[in-house]
């Protein structure tokens, strides 16, 4: 094992080019990789999106698409959805990487002050399949999330699929009072 042997790292853009390459020596040294990777687009907003944030059909929204992975396998695929009309700053580019609270608070000059956030058991589609690296039809776990503002308005929608035959979720209940 390597002298990194035990050790955690987050490699932004590792999926591919340099990240990969760093990615990969990481791992030959024993380090757990956590990878990430990102797309955007500008885009028209669908029907859900449109419902949730409150936007008028034809209404354009930023689609921040991040990978998550764990050593060499795609773990989650988050997908987030920002009305074009709030991001203010249009030298952006080089930041969509960025945890999507900071994105908003940088270039949309808003905070993010809670998630509504509904948890869907999904099967997933032919697209999310194949960027999890798994069969279409794929049973997943999905959060559907709305993100508030500090005046409560809508600013983003946020959508993330986990693997579940990689990660699993855990809740303890205990009685009122135990």
Do not use: W
């Given at each position: 094992?390597g002298?990194?042997?035990g050790?955690?790292?987050l490699?932004?853009a590792?999926?591919?080019?340099?990240g990969l390459?760093?990615?990969e020596?990481?791992?030959?040294?024993?380090?757990h990789v956590?990878?990430?990777?990102y797309s955007?687009?500008?885009?028209?907003?669908d029907?859900?999106t449109?419902?949730?944030?409150?936007?008028?059909e034809?209404a354009?929204v930023?689609i921040?698409?991040?990978?998550f992975?764990?050593?060499?396998?795609?773990?989650m695929?988050?997908v987030n959805?920002?009305?074009?009309?709030i991001v203010s700053?249009?030298?952006y580019k080089s930041?969509?990487?960025?945890?999507v609270?900071e994105f908003?608070?940088?270039?949309c000059?808003r905070?993010?002050g809670?998630y509504l956030?509904e948890i869907?058991?999904?099967a997933?589609?032919?697209?999310t399949?194949?960027?999890?690296?798994?069969?279409p039809?794929?049973l997943a776990?999905?959060f559907?999330?709305?993100?508030?503002?500090?005046?409560n308005e809508?600013i983003?929608r946020?959508?993330?699929?986990?693997?579940?035959?990689?990660?699993r979720?855990?809740?303890?209940?205990r009685?009122s009072?135990a």
């Amino acid at each position: 094992m390597g002298s990194l042997a035990g050790k955690r790292a987050l490699v932004t853009a590792g999926a591919q080019g340099i990240g990969l390459a760093i990615s990969e020596a990481l791992i030959a040294e024993g380090c757990h990789v956590v990878a990430h990777y990102y797309s955007s687009s500008e885009g028209a907003a669908d029907s859900p999106t449109r419902e949730a944030l409150g936007l008028d059909e034809g209404a354009r929204v930023l689609i921040i698409e991040k990978t998550f992975r764990e050593d060499e396998s795609p773990v989650m695929l988050t997908v987030n959805r920002i009305p074009a009309r709030i991001v203010s700053d249009a030298e952006y580019k080089s930041d969509e990487a960025m945890p999507v609270y900071e994105f908003l608070e940088d270039h949309c000059d808003r905070t993010l002050g809670y998630y509504l956030s509904e948890i869907i058991p999904v099967a997933l589609d032919a697209d999310t399949a194949e960027k999890l690296g798994v069969e279409p039809g794929t049973l997943a776990i999905s959060f559907d999330e709305i993100g508030f503002d500090q005046n409560n308005e809508p600013i983003v929608r946020a959508t993330s699929y986990f693997r579940d035959d990689l990660l699993r979720f855990r809740l303890i209940r205990r009685r009122s009072g135990a």
